[in-house]
C-alpha cells in the first residue's frame, strides 16, 4: 500500500534521508516494517525542490523497484534540498507505469498517498465530470491518487493556497467530497473504507493527513521527527534536538531509525501543518 | 505517425513477416520509407492468436524500440499464427507508456491504428461520456487510437459482429461519430484534417482502412498483398502467386519488399475487407 | 536467491504451472516461501521449446518484477509447451539487466541456477581464461551462473551430451572445477559455501542438481512432483497421480501447491535425472 | 554511432545546452545531421559534477530513448553544473543495458566515446588480461568504449593525472596500445579503421580527441564552441562572445545552432585540451 517519507527545513543531501538510514525508504520497499504490505516494489519517485533555479518541484520516477535502481542511488548521492518528497508503491488501482507514481506535481504543488480510495472504480468517471477541461488534460495515470489531488486542485482554483490554513480546508473538503462521491456512486452494502495519509507541500510549508474513513479502524501508520538536523552517527540515523526552534522535520510512513526516543505518531484523523517557519500542529479532520 | 503490419491465412513464423523482409515492420521502426515520420521508436507491440487455445490473442507489448529488442526477436522466431498484428509507434496522442501501444485488446477483437484524431485533447471527455461504465474502464492508456476502439465496441453492442458488414458499418458510424464530436467541441477554425488508418480482427476475417477526414489530402499508406505464401527465396521475401484462391493477405503501411508487383495500394477512404474464406473486396467509406 | 521452476512431459499451458498455482512462481517472486530472501523481484526469465519450430527454445526476460508483468500473464496464458524452464532472480553476483537474467540459452541447450558461487569475483578472470573464443564471446552478462554454464559448455564440447549419463558427469565435473578455482584463487580464511542448484535441458531430457559445497549446511530447496498431468481441481493446482508410468515432472524450488503428497525433496548432494521417456533417477554428486 | 556533448566552464542549466537549442542532443538521438547513422536511441546518459558534494560526478542513463524521456526532461531543467557530459546512443558493439549507456565513471573521472574500436572482439579478452583485478571488476558493460576507458585507468595508475599534460600522454599511449591489439590479434586482412572521439574530464579540466586511425579516412564529427556565456536568444540557442578569456566550452559531435560563426571544427588526429583557466590548445595524436 506505498510507503513514503517528506522532508521540510534545512538543505540535506536526499541519500541521507532515502538511503542511509536503518529502515530507509529503499529498503522499505523491499521489506517494510510498519505495513502488511511487506514489498513496495512497482515503481517509486523522488520530487525535491530547487528554489533558486523554479518553483517547480525537480521529478524523478520509475517503475523499477528502488531498492536495486542505479540512477536512484546515483540521484540521491548528489542532491541536495530543503523540500522534498519520496515515494515507493505497492501498485493498487492503476498498472505499474510511470504515470502511476508518486509525487504528482503541478506547478509549485507537488502531492503523494499512502491508502487507497474505496470503490474508486465506480467513483472515478464522476469525480473526472468535476474537472475542468486544463485538469482533466493534466490527469495522466489512472490511479486514485492522481485523480484525489486533481480534484483538490479544481476545489483550490478559487482559494489562496499561500495559506496553510486555507490549504487545510481545502484538503478537507476533498476528502469529504470524495467520500460523498463513494456513498452516492458506490457499492453502500459493501462499506469498504477509503485509506488517506496524503503529503502535500509547494516547498514552503507542508502538509499530512493521517486519516481513515470508518475511525473505528487504524489509518495507515504516520510518523513524524523534529529537531536541528538529521545526521548519521556511529552508522546510524539520528534526529539532533533542536536547540530552540526546530529546523527541520521527517514526515514517514515508517520510523527510519531504530530509536523510537524522536519520533512522534500522527493521531488517526488529524493532519500535520507546517509553516515556512517551521511552526508544527495538529488539527482533527473531518 | 506509426507503421503497422497485420496478417491473415495460412500459418506463418512471425518472423518471416516482421523481421526478415528487406523493408520488415523492425527496420521501419528505425527507418521508415514511406512515412517525413522516419523513426516509429516509441514502443512496438505484437497480437496474435493461437486459436486451439483461445478465442482472445496472445499479446506482447513494449515502450522499447523494436529495432533493438531481444524479446521480440526471439519471440518472432518461434511463433506460428496464421492471424496476427504488428505496430511500431511513434508517439502523438499519449505518452511513452506500454498503456499506450498498439495493437488494443477486447475479448476476441484487436485493433490498431496509423494516424491521428484532429483536436482528440478538446473530444476526449466527451468521446468518454459516450462509453458504458464496462468500456469505461476498460480503456487503460490515453491514445485517441485506444479512444476510438472504445466507442467502436461500446456501438458494437448490440450488433452482430461476426458479419464483416456489420464490423464495416460500425466502424464506419464510429469515423463519422468521431468527426462529428471534432465538429461540434474541436476548434473549427483551424481545420485539422483525422488520419484514420484502421485495422481490426477478431482473428478470422479482417477490416482496414484508408481514410482521412479532409479528401483534398493523402491519406496514409497502405498497401496489401494476396497470395499462396510469403517466402523468403534467395534472401528476399516474395508473395507467392496464388494458385486459385489467395490463401493469405498481408496488409503493411509499407512495402516490406523491393518488388513492386505484388503489392495493391487501398485506395483512399476505402476500407479493405478480408472474409474467413479469402475473399476480398473494397468498399467505400463516407 | 532466485526461485525456479522446470517442467518436462506432456505438454501444458504455461500459465496452469507458472502463475495459477496456490504458491506459484509469480507469487514466489513477490513472498517465497521456503526461503530467507523473501523478494526475487530482480527480473524474471522463460525459456520453452517448441519442437516443432526449433530446436533452440523460446526465450522471454524482464528485469521487471514477474508479479506485476502483463506481458509475463499474456505470454503464459497463450503458449503450450513439452519443456520450459521459469525463473525469478533476487540479484546477488551481476546489477539488474536482461543479461543477468535466466535461463541461459545455448543452441538447444538452456540452464538456470538458484544459489551462488563462493569467490565469484576473485575466479571471473581466471574461469574466463578456460573459454575458447567462441563460449567467451557468448557471455553477455555478469552473473556467476552464466559463467559456470559456459564452463559446462566448454567442457562439453567434445563430449556426446546426448547421453543423460555424460550430461551429468559434466556437470559435475564442471562443479568440480569450479570448487577447485576457488580453492586456487579465493580468499580461503573465509571458507564461504556455493550454493549449486542447478537446472539443464535440451528439451528432451532434463536434469537438476541440489548441491552445497559445504555439507555440514542445508542446500537450497528442491522438490519434484511426477504424475500423469498437473491440472487445476477446485481452484487448487493438483498433480494427478499417473497410471503406469509418470507422464510428466515439475521440478521446483518451492512446493506449488498446499498439498505435500504429490512433492519430493531432492535430496542434498544430489542431481535428478529425467530421461525422454520420464525416466526418473537420483545420483550422488561428488 | 553515437552523438555527444561536453560542457566546461560558467554554470549553465542542462536543458539550456542539452534540450533548447536547435540541434540539441535530445534532437539529435532522434535525428542526427552530421552523421550517417540518423538514430541514436539506444539510451542516453548524463553526467555533471557538484563540487561542494562530491568530486565523484551524478550520473543518470537509460536505455530508454531520450527524445521522449520524462526523467531527463525533469532533470535537466533541475540541475546546473559547471562540468558535464551527456551522450546518446546508437549501439554498435554491446547490447542496449544501462551498463553499456555512456558516460562512463571512476572516481572523480568520467569518459565518452563517439567511434567504434576495430575487431574488438577479438581483442577483448587480450585487453582484459592487461587490467589490474580493480579495473578488470570494474567493468560492467560490454562496449569496446568502457574497456578502453578501463585501460585507460589502468596506465595512468603510476601517473599524475592532475597535469593535463599527462592525461593526453595516457590517452595517446592507451590509443597507441590499442590499435597495436588489433595489430596482433586482429584480421589484418580486413585493415578495419577504429574511430576514437574521445571526451575526458575530472569536472577541472577536459580533453576531447578527434581521430581514425585510417588517416586516409574522415574521423566522426567533433566541433567546439568558446565563449562567455551559452544563452538563448530569441529562441535560438547563441555562444556569446567572450569579453576577454573565454569562459565556458562546449565540444559537441554536431553544431548545436544554425548559425556556424561560433563554431569551430577539431582538425582530424587532434585532441583538444582544456585547462581549468580556460585555456584552450590543439595537440596532434600520433
Known amino acids: 500500500m506505498c510507503r513514503l517519507v517528506a522532508y521540510l527545513g534545512k538543505e540535506v543531501l536526499l541519500s541521507d534521508i532515502l538511503v542511509k538510514p536503518q529502515n530507509s525508504l ?6 517494510a516494517k510498519e505495513s502488511n504490505t511487506r514489498t513496495n516494489g512497482d515503481g517509486f519517485g523522488v520530487g525535491w525542490y530547487v528554489p533558486e533555479i523554479s518553483t517547480t518541484p525537480a521529478l524523478f520516477v520509475s517503475v523499477a523497484p528502488a531498492w536495486n535502481n542505479q540512477n536512484l542511488l546515483h540521484l540521491t548521492k548528489k542532491v541536495k534540498s530543503s523540500a522534498f518528497f519520496a515515494h515507493v508503491r505497492a501498485a493498487s488501482a492503476g498498472g505499474v507505469t510511470q504515470y502511476n507514481c508518486h509525487p504528482f506535481i503541478h506547478h509549485q504543488w507537488m502531492m503523494m498517498h499512502n491508502g487507497n480510495t474505496a470503490e474508486f472504480k465506480k467513483i472515478k468517471r464522476h469525480l473526472r465530470r468535476l474537472l475542468d477541461d486544463d485538469l482533466y488534460d493534466w490527469v495522466k495515470g489512472g490511479t486514485d491518487s492522481e485523480h484525489f489531488f486533481a480534484l483538490f486542485l479544481q476545489r483550490a482554483k478559487t482559494r489562496d493556497l499561500s495559506q496553510l490554513d486555507v490549504v487545510f480546508h481545502v484538503l ?4 469529504q467530497e470524495v467520500l460523498a462521491l463513494i456513498q452516492q456512486y458506490g457499492d453502500t452494502s459493501t462499506q469498504k473504507a477509503s485509506f488517506f495519509n496524503f503529503c502535500l ?3 514552503k510549508q507542508m502538509i499530512a493527513t493521517r486519516y481513515c474513513s470508518d475511525t473505528k479502524l487504524e489509518p495507515r501508520t504516520l510518523h513524524y521527527a523534529l529537531g536541528r538536523e538529521f545526521v548519521m552517527h556511529e552508522g546510524h540515523g539520528v534526529m539532533q534536538e533542536a536547540i530552540g526552534s526546530p529546523e527541520c522535520i521527517l514526515i514517514s510512513s515508517e520510523k527510519l531509525t531504530h530509536s523510537d526516543a524522536a ?3 500522527v493521531p488517526p484523523q488529524h493532519a500535520l501543518l507546517v509553516t515556512e517557519n517551521m511552526d508544527v500542529s495538529l488539527r482533527k479532520l473531518k
Open 26 to 31: 529503499v529498503l522499505q520497499s523491499l521489506y
Open 201 to 203: 507541500t509547494d516547498g
Open 172 to 175: 478537507e473538503e476533498t476528502i
Open 263 to 265: 519520533w512522534t505518531v
